[in-house]
């Protein structure tokens, strides 16, 4: 009897569900064009859509930098919605949108949509729409050459993010071990993207370490990011990795694989140490901030006291002036 009552259940909820009416996709209307790129935007986000197009012409700009030699993108779509759970139908050819994005690229396309918030939470729409951008244009210029890692860092390079939670995870990495193989970084991406995961923490850090890497294997060397320029430039002629590293820095990437892990953990290593010495300060700097706080008090406390003994000897003395100067009273005859 229970299990016919739930299979009733279940037929009245899917049927409900059928005919509930399905919430129409967002209206977007063209809000603002700058250069190659075209913002499209629900009404009343005009002001928002004219931020976005002014700023992402200046940043494709800035990422094509990188890019030298390879092809760049000719016409950009943005679609901009209020909530990002919009973004799946705003996406073109019904291709849809992961149910955890604030925006989404489309490189063979040239279309990204961004969103202004998720639920509750807002975004940085210009944050999100240069990291979408860098998808973009680093798609554009070396097509499928360019492996989930180096897709995902390069578009942190540009995107100028930070994240509390994917410092914790590096510096995690570093103390306690759990680096992915660079054989395995590009296999070991999560469905849905998390903030603290190791892949984007690792690929963020690995390719940011790329481009302060100089020619040579030298601190001093920082290279203008040049080499790291050659290397992508080579992935596009070549479409090989290991070619195009040995090519920029002198190594085979594994081995600069292995530089960065190395200088990870110098890095983190040393992170206790630095919060141990600011922690050093901060206690040192309330400690002088409490003695000064204590030395004005009592030099407060004693000029109260000077005044107090100043005010007494003034009225002594004023008792004295008065005595001295009152002439004394007529003597008094008895008869």
């Known amino acids: 009897m229970r299990s016919k009552v739930a299979i009733v259940v279940a037929l009245l909820v ?34 928002t859509a004219q931020q976005l197009a002014e700023g992402a012409e200046a940043a494709l700009t800035r990422i094509s930098a990188d890019l030298i030699d390879l092809p760049v993108p000719r016409a950009i779509e943005v679609r901009l919605v209020r909530d990002s759970k919009d973004l799946a139908e705003v996406a073109p050819n019904g291709r849809g949108a992961p149910a955890w994005a604030i925006g989404v690229a489309y490189p063979d396309l040239g279309i990204i949509s961004v969103a202004m918030r998720r639920g509750a939470q ?80 690792e690929s963020y850090d690995f390719v940011g370490f790329l481009s302060r890497r100089g020619r040579y294997d030298d601190k001093a060397d920082d290279g203008d990011r040049w080499p790291f320029k050659k290397f992508l430039t080579e992935i596009g002629h070549t479409g090989n990795l290991d070619v195009a590293a040995k090519a920029a820095f002198g190594k085979p990437l594994r081995e600069l694989f292995e530089e960065w892990r190395s200088d990870l953990t110098t890095r983190y290593m040393l992170l206790p140490i630095g919060l141990l010495g600011l922690l050093v300060w901060i206690v040192c700097a309330i400690l002088l901030a409490l003695a000064f706080w204590r030395r004005r008090r009592q030099n407060r406390r004693r000029l109260d006291q000077w005044e107090a003994a100043e005010r007494a000897e003034d009225a002594a003395i004023a008792a004295q002036v008065e005595a001295l100067t009152t002439p004394p009273p007529p003597p008094h005859y008895v008869n």
């Open 122 to 201: 807002a975004a940085d729409a210009m944050s999100t729409l240069r990291h979408e951008l860098g998808h973009i244009a680093l798609g554009v210029a070396l097509g499928e050459q360019a492996p989930h890692w180096l897709h995902e860092g390069f578009a942190y390079q540009h995107s100028g993010e930070w994240s509390w939670e994917r410092t914790e995870t590096l510096a995690g990495m570093a103390w306690f071990g759990g680096i992915v193989p660079l054989d395995e970084l590009d296999r070991s991406f999560p469905a849905a993207e998390l903030p603290a995961h190791r892949a984007y923490a």
């Open 14 to 47: 899917a049927l409900l569900a059928w005919l509930r009416p399905a919430e129409a996709a967002p209206q977007l209307v063209e809000a603002a064009s700058r250069g190659r790129v075209t913002v499209y935007a629900e009404p009343g986000l005009e002001s």
